[in-house]
């Protein structure tokens, strides 16, 4: 069964940080573009970062500078490492291969 797992997330104050895990099952994470996004209540699903296969990323102007994304083939897992974290921050976070979507991981930034 192919499927996308994530983990990390929690309960962090202001400023704070979080390292999310997308975890590949039954493919390799190596030869596809991975993209995080996150869904606040109310609001449209975002894109907050993506990894190409040639090592390439790109992240919104909302997130960079705190938020980057990173993988390790050899763990088939791809990181969104998130510092600074604000409330707006506050979201599922899921992230995406060819293959469809994670279940999400809840990020709740509040003090």
């Known amino acids: 069964q192919l499927q996308l797992v994530e983990s990390g997330g929690g309960l962090v104050q202001p400023g704070g940080s979080l390292r999310l895990s997308c975890a590949a099952k039954?493919?390799?994470?190596?030869?596809?573009?991975i993209g995080w996004f996150r869904q606040a209540p109310g609001a449209e699903r975002e894109g907050v970062s993506c990894?190409?296969?040639?090592?390439?990323?790109s992240t919104p102007e909302s997130v960079k500078g705190r938020f980057t994304i990173s993988r390790d083939n050899a763990k088939n897992t791809v990181y969104l490492q998130m510092n600074d974290l604000k409330p707006e921050d506050t979201a599922v976070y899921y992230c995406r291969a060819p293959v469809g979507w994670g279940q999400g991981t809840q990020v709740t930034v509040s003090s």
């Open positions: 039954g493919f390799p994470l190596e030869y596809y573009t």
């Open positions: 990894s190409t296969t040639d090592g390439g990323t």
